[in-house]
């Protein structure tokens, strides 16, 4: 598929944006829009979850189990990929729920944006 095509009306621009977003999570386009954070999948975010619980629970239970005076460092969480947030208005709100192609998102399978909210 040849991306002049589009412009040698060829290609129309719905078949061009459902090609782009059916795009892999580690295309380049991916990569270059979203950075390291193409590289997490679901997966890797549920991992880090659950190295992260883990240790939290090992550290409350060595907290519990040492003297007063002897109390561990809690544990540093695993460094997850940062996140450029398009969805989100500049004071922290969410956006409006009312556009159906939103509300549609939100019943899919979750983004690594809000993975990275959820279990970060």
């Known amino acids: 598929m040849d991306l002049?095509?589009?412009?040698r009306d060829r290609l129309s621009?719905?078949?061009?944006?459902?090609?782009i977003r059916q795009l892999p999570h580690d295309s380049a386009l991916n990569r270059e829009?979203?950075?390291?954070a193409a590289d997490w999948s679901v997966t890797d975010?549920?991992?880090a979850a659950a190295v992260d619980?883990?240790?939290?629970?090992n550290w409350?239970?060595?907290?519990?189990?040492?003297?007063?005076?002897d109390q561990p460092d809690p544990p540093a969480p695993v460094p997850r990929p940062s996140y450029d947030d398009d969805t989100e208005?500049?004071?922290?709100?969410?956006?409006d729920e009312s556009e159906p192609e939103q509300t549609a998102a939100a019943d899919a399978t979750p983004s690594t944006v809000q993975l990275a909210r959820f279990f970060g």
């Open 45 to 47: 975010h549920l991992l």
């Open 13 to 19: 621009a719905r078949r061009l944006t459902v090609l």
């Open 89 to 95: 208005t500049g004071d922290g709100e969410a956006p």
């Open 60 to 69: 409350m239970f060595a907290s519990v189990n040492s003297e007063e005076g």
């Open 33 to 36: 829009l979203h950075g390291e």
């Open 53 to 57: 619980h883990l240790a939290a629970a």
């Open 4 to 7: 002049l095509d589009w412009h």
